[in-house]
T-cell receptor
Framework: QKEVEQDPGPLSVPEGAIVSLNCTYSNSAFQYFMWYRQYSRKGPELLMY????GNKEDGRFTAQVDKSSKYISLFIRDSQPSDSATYLCAMSPPSGGSYIPTFGRGTSLIVHP | DSGVTQTPKHLITATGQRVTLRCSPR?????VYWYQQSLDQGLQFLIQ???????AKGNILERFSAQQFPDLHSELNLSSLELGDSALYFCASSVGGGRQGFSGNTIYFGEGSWLTVV
């Protein structure tokens, strides 16, 4: 079992839909939870991160963490064709000398007009 | 543009050969990370350097090696290449090396080097 599990999709939605992307994990030491967006043939870019449990909102994006269930989500409201990309979740433990994230395999999202 | 520069962007080479991938981190960043991304394995951490010294090691094969130079650029050397080494190799950088809090260790990725082994 991989430490971080993520459905590769693809997930296809119409423009304007609410998108829900999810990851599960097995390492209870993870405290930082990140979402990266990767466009085709580009490097991943950090969208947002949260610490421990709870919600965080940034514009149309909302990240949720449920540590009791070891489950994290990214919601995208009013999705746009420009949101079409692969979304990777990533997680890291607190300090101890390293915040190197462990990544999920990514979910491919397609938003069609 | 993340500010992380990788060369070459594309590389095709034969099995058994050796290649070197080069990375220049963002201005001011002291840490460099190397990742391998393939369809079956996803994004896998290989190795991290901080200010010239190895800081952390991940799933890096013995045929692979890396170093970070005094000017902070880094090179990833891949030798005795096999078909299965075909992948996208990313360099990333961060300000910190793990002891400066999470914000100081946020990593920024380059656009990758596509390696095809034939």
């Amino acid at each position: 079992q991989k430490e971080v599990e993520q459905d590769p999709g693809p997930l296809s939605v119409p423009e304007g839909a609410i998108v829900s992307l999810n990851c599960t994990y097995s390492n209870s030491a993870f405290q930082y939870f990140m979402w990266y967006r990767q466009y085709s043939r580009k490097g991943p870019e950090l969208l947002m991160y949260t610490y421990s449990s709870g919600n965080k909102e940034d514009g149309r994006f909302t990240a949720q963490v449920d540590k009791s269930s070891k489950y994290i989500s990214l919601f995208i409201r009013d999705s746009q064709p420009s949101d079409s990309a692969t979304y990777l979740c990533a997680m890291s433990p607190p300090s101890g000398g390293s915040y190197i994230p462990t990544f999920g395999r990514g979910t491919s999202l397609i938003v069609h007009p | 543009d993340s500010g992380v520069t990788q060369t070459p962007k594309h590389l095709i080479t034969a099995t058994g050969q050796r290649v070197t991938l080069r990375c220049s981190p963002r201005s001011g960043d002291l840490s460099v990370y190397w990742y391998q991304q393939s369809l079956d394995q996803g994004l896998q951490f290989l190795i991290q350097y901080y200010n010239g010294e190895e800081r952390a090691k991940g799933n890096i094969l013995e045929r692979f090696s890396a170093q970070q130079f005094p000017d902070l650029h880094s090179e990833l050397n891949l030798s005795s290449l096999e078909l299965g080494d075909s992948a996208l190799y990313f360099c990333a950088s961060s300000v910190g090396g793990g002891r400066q809090g999470f914000s100081g260790n946020t990593i920024y990725f380059g656009e990758g080097s596509w390696l095809t082994v034939v």
